[in-house]
Every structure is written in C-alpha cells, then in structure tokens.
C-alpha cells in the first residue's frame, strides 16, 4: 500500500491532513474540553454557533476568530462484487489525488459501516481552502484519470455535495490534525429541506443541532454544515460532517433523547430527505512507501 497512515482494511479508513498556508482571515471558534453530562454540561453564558469544534487551547470564546473552508463529500456505490485488491486499488487512488493539486487541506475516506437503503457503499471526505480549489479539483486531470480508471470502473454510481463552512482559525482545527483527528467516527449526513423550509426553518433546525455538539465535547471533536453547492448532484439542498472521538461516542449521541427529539421536532417537519451514513477512523502505519 503506497501511503501513510494507511488502513489495512478499508472497513478502517485513513484521516490525513495535508498542511497549506492560508491568508489572513477571521476563523472560528473552539468550545473548551469540560466533561459531558446528558447533554446539560456546557456554560450557560456560551453562545450558539451553527459550527463547532472542540479544542482545550482556548477558554477566551470572546476572542476566536473564524476560517472559511470548503468541504467536500463523494458517495459511492461499489459493484456487489468488488474485491478486496479492486476496492484498495480505488481507494488509494482517490486518496493519492490530494497530492496532484493545490487546496487540499484534509482527507478521510473508507467504507461505510453500515448498510443503507440508498445502497452506498463508500465514502470520501476532503477539505479544501477555498470554492477556487474544489472547482480546480472537478477540472484535475489527473482526477478525471482516476474516476475513470479507478473509480467507475469499480462503481455504478456516484453522489457529491459541496458546501462552505468556517471552522475556528486555528491550525490543527483547519487541517484536521493532532491526536484528535487520528482516529475516531466520521458522521455524513446528507438533507433535503422542504422548499418553504429554507432559510429560517431550516438554519433554526440546523443551529439546535449545533447547540447539541457545544454540549456534548467529550463526545465531538468537529462539526461543519453548509448549503450544497453542487452542481452536478442537487438531491440535497444542505451537508452535514461530524467527526466523534470514538465508536462509542456517536453511538451515545445518535442514540440520545436529545438527538431524537431534535430530529422529530425540528426537523423531521420540514425534511423532505435525508441519508445519513458513518466509517470509522484508525490510521495504522506512518510511512510512505
């Protein structure tokens, strides 16, 4: 296998950040790292922000600034008969694309953990500085190679949304980097608000989402959502991405009253669709060979 970190299985997958230097903009914030208690531990006096992201460096929320980023989500649906040397052909190839272009700031991707109804069976999660850079990346000839050769080859189908966030303006928060990014559960979830529902319903449903993971920072390390700007797949009109520290601690989230209600009352009423899918990160190795 020819990169680092990489996983032996891809049932694991690989989280890699890839260091950029940025300008000079406003970045986000960190919500310092107190223990979790059913969802009722964070400060009263914290305001709500529509991202998070969990980070002990800096009790000062008055004073963090905040970093535009662009995120990028790929879904795929593999052929029933992929083998394990044709799904590792993919998926090396897919992560080796970080290296032919300029912009890439962050990459995970692995197979999805469970099975879904829309039948996906892969996934792949990259950051990138700026809208400049994603559409450079739909260009890259040597990305368009590898969808070709490596990718479509092996699938028979395939979803992408695109959004812009802002995560706290802090290194090891914009390239995904640190003990805290080395392993963990990557959380996709993909939503289509009802048309009436955008704009106030639907940023209301999702900031009640995002006072949930200021509450929860011993559960989450990072959450980012924006409106899809894809052009090529429209079905989802927002994308979600939550990185949790472990198995455990999305299964304690996802399973929670609080979760539940949020989704039954905030958000069920105005979703016309959602798709929501989960794979674990574990790097093994360090080496590139």
């Known amino acids: 296998m020819g990169f680092a970190m990489q996983c032996s299985s891809y049932g694991t ?6 260091p950029h230097r940025f300008p000079q903009t406003p970045l986000s914030f960190h919500v310092p790292a107190y223990h979790w208690n ?25 004073s963090q600034r905040k970093r535009k980023i662009v995120e990028h989500v790929c879904l795929l649906k593999a052929k029933q008969d992929l083998s394990e040397d044709e799904e590792n052909d993919m998926l090396d190839y897919l992560y080796t694309t970080q290296y032919q272009m300029g912009g890439v700031v962050a990459i995970s991707l692995g197979r999805i953990s469970a099975p879904n109804p829309e039948r996906y069976t892969h996934a792949l999660f990259m950051r990138f500085q700026k809208k400049e850079n994603l559409e450079k990346f739909y260009d890259n000839p040597f990305y368009l190679k590898v969808l070709k050769d490596h990718v479509m080859t092996y699938c028979h189908g395939l979803t992408n949304v695109d959004y812009e966030s802002e995560v706290a303006d802090e290194m ?37 989402l995002a006072s949930m993971m200021l509450e929860s920072p011993s559960l989450i390390v990072q959450f980012t959502h924006g409106l899809n700007l894809s052009l090529s797949s429209k079905e989802y ?53």
């Not at 997958?13 to 890839?18: G, P």
């Not at 080395?182 to 979830?189: P, S």
């Not at 994308?239 to 009253?257: D, L, M, P, T, W």
């Open 172 to 208: 090891l928060s914009i390239f995904r980097k640190g003990e805290e990014f080395n392993h963990g559960v990557e959380f996709v979830l993909l939503i289509s608000f009802n048309e009436d529902a955008l704009g106030n319903q639907a940023e209301h449903a999702l900031a009640s």
């Open 13 to 18: 997958c690989i989280s890699i950040c890839v």
């Open 38 to 62: 059913r969802f009722k531990s964070a400060r009263k006096n914290q305001r709500m922000m529509v991202l998070c992201s969990v980070d002990d460096r800096s009790n000062n929320l008055g």
């Open 237 to 289: 009109t927002h994308g979600v991405v939550i990185r949790f520290r472990s198995v455990e601690a999305f299964e304690i989230f996802i399973n929670s009253k609080e979760y539940k209600n949020a989704w039954h009352y905030k958000f069920q009423p105005i979703v016309h669709k959602s798709f929501s899918l989960h794979f674990s990160v574990d790097p093994v190795g360090t080496e590139i060979m």
